[in-house]
């Protein structure tokens, strides 16, 4: 599968409250701020984040938030995916 880039999307994690340990992993929940700009569309992103661990010791994302446009307009959306440690990084907002 060729992955091809269709927006840019920047979140910050501004706290993380609770951890849950599991036998076979575990699970993070906090809140995350940014933006997101695909094609016309762009604003201010509010979500949180109640994020699985994988095997790997990854987490998965599992975000629901709200966007805000400049020009007033809101929407909210939930992003399912699959993280990847593009920065050495293998637990939300931490190292």
């Known amino acids: 599968m060729r992955l091809e880039k269709v927006g840019k999307t920047e979140l910050t994690y501004t706290d993380i409250d609770v951890e849950f340990p599991f036998k076979e992993g575990g699970q993070v929940y906090g809140t995350l701020t940014g933006s ?10 509010n979500a ?7 095997p790997d010791d990854q987490f ?7 966007l ?3 020009g007033g307009s809101t929407s909210t ?7 990847s ?5 293998s637990r ?3 190292s």
């Open 92 to 94: 939300p907002g931490g």
């Open 60 to 66: 998965t994302p599992a975000l629901r938030g709200i």
């Open 36 to 45: 997101l700009e695909v094609g016309d569309l762009r604003g201010e992103l």
């Open 77 to 83: 959306s939930p992003w399912m995916g699959s993280r």
């Open 48 to 54: 949180t984040d109640l994020a699985r661990q994988r």
């Open 68 to 70: 805000k446009t400049p």
């Open 85 to 89: 440690s593009t920065r050495g990084r």
